[in-house]
Structure formats: structure tokens, C-alpha cells
């Protein structure tokens, strides 16, 4: 890094992904070269505006994370609470802080995979910054979305008697970052072992998750939706936090909690419950969120049509506050707000 100044590196990792046409194309009147982004919105519409950081040894290590995956899940991860609000994501801008004896090779990398997440949802990088850093690498992501006016879905509008629904496979995320934990490498397909290959799908789904932004939209258009979170913290912190806006008590039944083969399998030869994946874990992206109950297989019939799992796994509940799991047993169990917490937590998302 220490061999090219600010202006050549954003030219050297913008090059070719800036073109009048392409950024016109995209409803950007001016891109990156000024001092400020201009960019069109339709009438009618309102922006969604989120930023999501991501910091070495905090949420990502180089032993864990390739750098074109540490690019993508960067802007994976601020797409996803536009998907949060049923809006569609349309602009970025990208604040990078890097250490001077950076390789270069590993910053492109990290673009590629930047653009790489972005161009999969329409998203024009705009903008950003770049600094030199003391410690290790440090990735800010804003992106500008877009709603219909006054359609945007909220955390606190639960209401009491809905469903509580998922739209995927929890926990993976989890699981895959303690198998690299362990591994203490990045996976590559080239040459990968029985295990790799075993458990390649929850390393995906942390390295590469998806935004469920088709989903989000879906629920939107359906008008069927309520509440809707992204699970970004784990399964018993987001719930807590619509049961808290909304000022409702929310029951989560186990057997109903999707949860893949491979989780239940890892967790099997791991010796631990799948289940703390799911509730503690993290990043799996798929959105969590409630609607009425007399609606509820037609909401599933038509997210269905859109592609989309819908899996029901709770309901609203007026007779308590905060979150319950009820066993399959028949158990029930108050649930904390344990989820990731940056000021709570020892360590990291990477357990560093």
C-alpha cells in the first residue's frame, strides 16, 4: 500500500466499474470523482439509509476469510437491513481503513469481492473514503435503498395473535465459523478434503451469505406483513428485539425452527446443540418477522411464488414480555437477549 497515493488506489479499484453509461444506467447522475454522489430516486418512494462496519479480528480474520469473501459479506451484511424493510437496495458508498504494509493484491481482492455482492442486487458503489490505519483493516458500507412511501416494514408493529415466520435455514453461519475456527484456514474448493467438502455449505453460508432482498420485497408487495427483522445477531436476539418494539411476548417452537442435514450433523460430531447455533449464533441473513395469523398460508403461498421459503415457527404472545422457546417436550424456556453484542461480549464474532 505504502507504493501508490489515495487517488490511484480508488482508481486502480474502481477502473472499469464506473462508466458514465453503467452509472446512468443505474439512476446515478454523479459517481465517484467528485466530492458528493448525485443520484436519482422515483417519486413516490422514500430512502432507506444503513451502515454496517466490519473490522479485523472482530469479524473477520485472514485465517478464516478469504479477501474477496471478506468483501462480499461486508456489503452482504448492509444490504441485508435494506432487505429488513422490505426496500430495494440502489447505491453504496465504501469507507475502507487499511494498514500500510497492506498488499495491495489483498485490497483488490477485497473489492472484487465487494462488487461482486453488489452487482448480484443492483447496487452501484457511488463512493467512499479510504485512511491509513494503526491497526488492522477496517470496512464501513453505507447503502441507500428504496421503498414505496410509507411501506416500509418496522420491527415494532407485532401484533398480538400473529405468526412469527423465517424464511430459512438457521445457524449455519454459526457453525461454519467454528469449523474454520478450528481448521484455522480458508476453505478452497481446489483440492479439499472429505470434511471440507462435508461441511462446504456452512462455510458458504458464513463466508458468502445472502441477503434475502427478493424476500423482503415479496413481503412488502404481499401487504400480509407485519413485523420483520434480519437475523444478523442470532435467532433469540432478533426476536427480542421485535418483542420489544412492538411491546409483545414472542413463543418460538423448536421443532418448528428450520434447521439443515448438515448442521445437525456437524453439531452431532461436534457434541453440541444445533439449537445454540440457531438461538446465539449470527449472520445467517434470512429474515425473521411476523404477520396475522388468518393470513398466513396465503403469505406462505405467495412467497412461495416468489421463490421463498416461509417457515412458521411461533407466535405472538399478549400474556408475557420478552421471548419463550417451547420445547419439544413441551417445556417452555425464557430465552435471553444473548446474541453478539460488541460491548458485552469477550471477544469477537471470531471468538478472537
Known sequence: MGTVDEFALIRLLTGGKQSTAFQREGGVETGIGDDAAVVNVNPGTQLILTCDTMTEDIHFKPVTMRSRDIGFKAMAS???????????????????????????????????????????????????????????????????????????????????????????????????????????????????????????????????????????????????????????????????????????????????????????????????????YVLYGGEDYELLGTAPAEHALELQIALGKAGVSLHLIGYVNGEHSGVRLIRSGGEVMPLDKKGYNHFNDVGGKDGV
Open 78 to 276: 448492509a444490504v441485508s437491513d435494506i432487505a429488513a424493510m422490505g426496500g430495494k437496495p440502489r447505491f453504496a458508498l465504501v469507507a475502507l481503513s487499511l494498514p500500510r504494509q497492506t498488499p495491495l493484491e489483498r485490497v483488490r481482492s477485497l473489492y472484487e469481492g465487494l462488487y461482486d455482492c453488489a452487482n448480484r442486487y443492483g447496487v452501484r458503489v457511488v463512493g467512499g473514503d479510504t485512511t491509513s490505519s494503526i491497526g488492522g483493516m477496517t470496512v464501513s458500507v453505507t447503502v441507500i435503498g428504496e421503498t414505496a412511501a410509507g411501506q416500509a416494514l418496522l420491527r415494532s408493529s407485532a401484533k398480538v395473535g400473529d405468526v412469527v415466520f423465517a424464511t430459512g435455514y438457521l445457524g449455519r453461519s454459526a457453525a461454519g465459523l467454528d469449523w474454520l475456527l478450528q481448521r484455522n484456514l480458508p476453505l478452497e474448493p481446489e483440492g479439499a478434503d472429505a470434511e471440507s467438502l462435508a461441511y462446504a455449505k456452512l462455510v458458504e453460508a458464513h463466508c458468502r451469505p445472502l441477503p434475502q432482498i427478493e424476500a423482503g420485497l415479496a413481503l412488502r408487495q404481499s401487504g400480509l406483513c407485519r413485523a420483520l427483522n434480519d437475523v444478523s445477531d442470532g435467532l433469540s436476539s432478533e426476536a427480542w428485539e421485535i418483542a420489544e418494539a412492538s411491546g409483545v411476548g414472542i413463543d418460538l417452537i423448536e421443532e418448528r425452527i428450520p434447521i439443515a442435514d448438515e448442521l445437525y450433523t456437524y453439531a452431532a460430531a461436534s457434541g453440541k446443540d444445533p439449537l445454540d
